[in-house]
């Protein structure tokens, strides 16, 4: 991207029946609307203001968020602009605007599925405002846009700017994903916004002074045949959104929902409930799509984390791993890290060594 200044990376990882479809429109919708805010943003002169507004989606095909020429166009004036120091306190303003571009690109993403959802459900199959409120355990109407306060709105207008007919079919009632999207910018800096909990890591070891750096499969890193015996430095970028964190559980009950605990030690998991609740209930406190549960205090905004400088690709090496829970459930970050070195090192495919390695773990546990 951006004449290879820019680097994307992505995972959603779909849960519910329709979960598969979510996660394929999500990847293939949000990564074009995160560049395209953000440049857009830029264009209009936003990047010093910390203003909410932002253009709302368009719809494939009906504008240029489907167009290659035009993620080309959004990257390479992305590339342009100045990345601001986290540390620098006069950055704060534009720091902020970069966050809240990522977050209006989420937003956005979140009120394309609730529109989507509004055609795959006949009109006469959603309840007006009575029968919702007669019915016990009932969603509110609002529950069947986002169920978000900050984007309550985007389903309705995308659905007068595009028309019921252009927009795809899907329900995304009770089937979501998350999504994690890392953009990695000039000067070895990344922009991570992220729902749910497929986590992003980031690993960096010292380049032995013999050590020639050889071009790694994954994004912004690299990898070498000698120096195994130097130690690689792993930490999240991201942390798991679960129901039991104290800020997500407050935000829960604040809805009117609650954060149970099910299952027998020590395979327990926390999941978000309601009295009378018809649907099944979720594992996680932030994801898109989930209409359902979005009524209940989940949320479509992402944390969004700007960096400084992370590495220097002249003396270090560096990897950015993102991966569903399917691979951080059974493999640590450092080992995650040590084994896509390896594969790099070697000529394979750093991700499909650690799918395999995980899917392997899996099976061990006679839960492939």
Known sequence: LGGGTLSMLSVMDGHGEGGHVVADVCCEMLPKLLLRTLSHAARSGLAHTTSNEHTP?????????????????????????PVPNPQDAASSGTIEWWRESASAAFKDMHGFLAACTC?????????????????PGSLPTSSLGTGDAESSTAAPAMLLQA??????????????TTATVALVLPGQRLLVAHV?????IFGTRSRMP????????????SASSSGASVVWRVGDLTRDHKPDLPDECQRIEEAGAQVVCVGNPPNTTNRVFSSHQTWPSINMSRSLGDLHAHSQGLSCVPEVLLTDQLWDPRSD??????????????????????????????????AAAVAREAYERWGRRCLQ
């Open 119 to 135: 055609q795959a459900v006949a009109p006469s199959a959603i309840p007006g405002p009575a029968e919702v409120m007669d019915a």
């Open 163 to 176: 028309g019921r007919s252009c927009l795809p079919r899907i329900d995304s009632r009770t089937s979501g």
């Open 210 to 221: 013999s050590q020639a750096p050889v071009a790694s499969a994954l994004a912004g890193s």
């Open 317 to 350: 090496e560096a990897i950015i791993m993102l991966a569903s829970d399917g691979v951080w459930d059974v493999v640590a970050p450092g080992s995650a890290v040590e084994i896509a070195a390896a594969a790099a090192a070697s000529g394979a495919d750093p």
């Open 196 to 200: 749910g909990d497929s986590r992003a």
């Open 57 to 81: 989606v368009q719809t494939p095909g009906s504008g240029d968020i489907a167009g290659a020429n035009s993620t080309s166009s959004c990257a390479a004036h992305l590339a342009n602009i």
